[in-house]
């Protein structure tokens, strides 16, 4: 009997991916999912599967469809094991980290927790902006997948495991969010900071509170030059 596995990813990547597992094993049947409704479809209509495969998605997997699974489940995640959770990117920006990676694990049902299988590390440019850095990112998960494509089209064999260990801090997006809220004392430095690992990549959490009343950046650049003419300041009062 064909061996079955259930694919989950972004509509685009399902062609290249699903070609470099078949590569490896002509004759494993793939499921193709793109959002949590997709996959519970799948798992209603067209298993059970024996493999379940996670590529940078921010789909979560319940635990009833990791359980029925025959085996481990494995998921990309477009950031070294030392960024668990949401928007690893920017804050590992906002780090300064030199160097960054896409981390291959298991799957749990606490997200971001399984043993950890395989790690695409690469150095980070000092001129790397956020949405780079997740570019990068992906284009490391991209490597690590075919690399580890041999083992991952044969679902009776699990992955060997490394030692490596999860960081010690998972973001969440109410973190992130967070991290656009500017206290009025705020420094420049510290500004640029924030706005090159947050604001770059979404805008409109860029936030600050004066005197009870919250306003937000007008647009998606910090304000130029002081004008001498015109209406005034470059942010509005947030709604």
């Not at 990117?89 to 395989?118: C, Q």
């Not at 640029?192 to 919250?214: C, Y």
Request: glycine content about 8%; overall charge negative.
């Amino acid at each position: 009997m064909a061996e079955c596995l259930l694919l989950l990813c972004d509509t685009e990547l399902a062609g290249p991916l699903s070609e470099a597992l078949r590569r490896h094993n002509p004759g494993l049947l793939i499921v193709c999912a793109h959002t949590r409704d997709d996959l519970d479809n799948a798992v209603a209509t067209a298993g059970p599967f024996d493999r379940l495969i996670g590529f940078c998605t921010e789909t979560i997997v319940p635990a009833p469809v990791l359980a029925g699974l025959s085996g481990p489940a494995y998921n990309f995640h477009p950031a070294s094991p030392d960024y668990p959770g949401s928007h690893p990117a920017s804050f590992a920006l906002y780090d300064g980290v030199t160097r960054f990676a896409a981390t291959a694990h298991e799957m749990a049902p606490k997200v971001d927790s399984g043993p950890i299988i395989d790690i695409e590390w690469f150095d980070v440019p000092p001129t790397c902006g956020v949405l780079a850095l997740e570019d990068r990112a992906g284009e490391a998960a991209a490597h690590l997948f075919w690399r580890l494509a041999p083992l991952l089209a044969h679902c009776g064999q699990p992955l060997p495991r490394s030692d490596r260990a999860w960081g010690p801090r998972k973001t969440t997006r109410q973190d992130f969010r967070a991290m656009g809220m500017l206290d009025p004392a705020i420094s420049a430095a510290e500004f640029e900071r924030r706005w090159r690992a947050f604001g770059a990549r979404d805008p409109s959490i860029m936030q600050l509170v004066l005197h009870g009343r919250h306003f937000a950046l007008a647009d998606g650049q910090p304000a130029a030059a002081p004008r001498t003419a015109g209406p005034g300041p470059t942010c509005r009062r947030a709604p």
